[in-house]
């Protein structure tokens, strides 16, 4: 099983929809969470981190469900400029203090005019 | 925030020959510098970990001697890919990260990444 797991798409949608990606990820000992946003060709940037308590920056709202280790994203209004690839990223203490992100393979997201 | 550059930002040679990667944070001391590596459509993949002045912690499956990381100091780290092959083709991005007391974990800074074509 993949540690972490996306669906890769493409998801394509009008502008002003609302859009929603889900992950899963496999290793229950996993500490932190985020959203990472890649435009092609480019690094990955971190859109926002995920709180069990639920979090919102904005048009973008982050879930997190640690009992079913399934981690959400919506985005309300969608702008063209949201078009990218969405990364879902866990944060593993890899030992001796040190942490590791593991990346899923990302959604990606085109928003038409 | 944090900037980290890495050059060159892309680079094309012929199979054999060796290609180094730099990767360094501007405005701050980077306690650890990580290596990843990105084929098409693939996600990220961590290559190795390394800590300033010691040796690097490879990833199950990439060869250490072929993909030679010094961080030598705590604002630089490199990466050399010896006798590039082409399928040693891909997206190579550096992290650097810092502790930051107040946090459960390491936040990483990534740099914009060096895309290697091997002829």
């Known amino acids: 099983r993949k540690e972490v797991e996306q669906d890769p798409g493409p998801f394509n949608v009008p502008e002003g929809a609302t859009v929603a990606f889900n992950c899963t990820y496999s290793?229950?000992?996993?500490?932190?969470f985020f959203w990472y946003r890649q435009d092609c060709r480019k690094e990955p940037k971190l859109l926002m981190s995920?709180?069990?308590s639920g979090n919102e920056d904005g048009r973008f709202t982050a879930q997190l469900n640690r009992a079913s280790q399934y981690i959400s994203l919506l985005i309300r209004d969608s702008k063209l400029s949201d078009s990218a690839t969405y990364l879902c990223?866990?944060?593993?203490?890899?030992?001796?203090?040190?942490?590791?992100?593991?990346f899923g393979k990302g959604t990606k997201l085109s928003v038409i005019p | 925030g944090a900037v980290v550059s890495q050059h060159p930002s892309w680079v094309i040679c012929k199979s054999g020959t060796s290609v180094k990667i730099e990767c360094r944070s501007l405005?701050?001391?980077?306690?650890?510098m990580f290596w990843y590596r990105q084929f098409p459509k693939q996600s990220l993949m961590l290559m190795a970990t390394s800590n300033e002045g010691s040796k690097a912690t490879y990833e199950q499956g990439v060869e250490k001697d072929k993909f030679l990381i010094n961080h030598a100091s705590l604002t630089l780290s490199t990466l050399t890919v010896t006798s590039a092959h082409p399928e040693d083709s891909s997206f190579y991005i550096c992290?650097?990260?810092?502790?930051?007391?107040?946090?459960?974990?390491?936040?990483?800074?990534f740099g914009p990444g060096t895309r290697l074509t091997v002829l």
């Open positions: 995920v709180y069990s």
């Open positions: 290793n229950s000992a996993s500490q932190s």
């Open positions: 990223v866990v944060n593993t203490n890899s030992g001796a203090g040190s942490y590791q992100l593991t």
């Open positions: 405005d701050f001391q980077a306690t650890t």
């Open positions: 992290s650097a990260s810092t502790f930051s007391g107040m946090r459960s974990y390491n936040e990483q800074f």
